[in-house]
């Protein structure tokens, strides 16, 4: 990380240590980087939180209940996209895979899946829907080159240290012409200017990278893996937005949140600039 990159916000982490960080722009990729960055052991600790809600299967309040309402749309919608890229063998990788709802989607459509979790509790409920068939972190180092037809990582690769590593990991693991389809949230929305430090979608120190449209763009040609389709993800506006409204004034104002997500949506009709992406990139030289 060079420290001579300027500093775009200080904002804190508002659902586990309230520590303060930085974020960094690294203007060769169009990039923020969170700065410090957590290493190991230490990582992990700021997850350990009950309200980190990829991780269990709870309804507990209205923010739990919307996730798990959309999540239940997000799916069917997930799986259309991965059958579209009309792959015969229907060999998929979901990195990050939570509880494993995807993955349990995509098996019961005959797909033939593996899922990477480090999160033990949420890695044991997946493996309960999905015949054992998700593994430790450690594992994504040892699957075998060219196995995998379709790789997904949704809201996870702000998450992943070594971020040039996994790039080149992925295309590894890709069949020739293979597809990766990654979900992040976008710096550039009019939700993320709209809140600035109280942004929801930063979660730091848990995000480590912040990514533009360009960015991705950069990032994966460098692999030489061409971004073919940027997707909206219309919904991410809402819940990142009651979220947001949470670490700003207390409470989720759910009348002002919606206001606001709606606002993000119409303004990126015209700018193109989502809440969040999902970038589908083609392995095109193997």
Known sequence: MPKQNPTYLTLKDHSVSKEEFQLLHNSELDMLETFPQPKGEKLSEYYKSEDYISHTDTKRNLLE???HKVREISLKRKLKLINSFQSESKSLLDIGCGTGDFLETALKDNWKITGIEP??????????????????????????PNSFDVITLWHVLEHLPDLEMHVALFKTLLKPNGTLVIAVPNYKSYDAEF??????????????????????????????MQLVKTLPMTFDAYYVCLLSEKYKSGFMNPIKAFWVGWQSNRKAKRSGEYSSHIYVLR???S
């Open 119 to 144: 999160n033990e509790s949420a890695r044991q409920i997946a493996n309960s829907k999905t015949n054992n068939a998700v593994f430790e972190t450690e594992e994504l180092v040892k699957l075998k």
């Open 65 to 67: 209940l919307v996730y």
């Open 283 to 285: 392995n095109t030289n």
């Open 195 to 224: 809140y600035k430090n109280f942004w929801a979608a930063y979660d730091v120190p848990r995000h480590l990278w912040h990514f533009s449209k360009r960015s991705i763009s950069e990032l994966f040609k460098k692999e030489q």
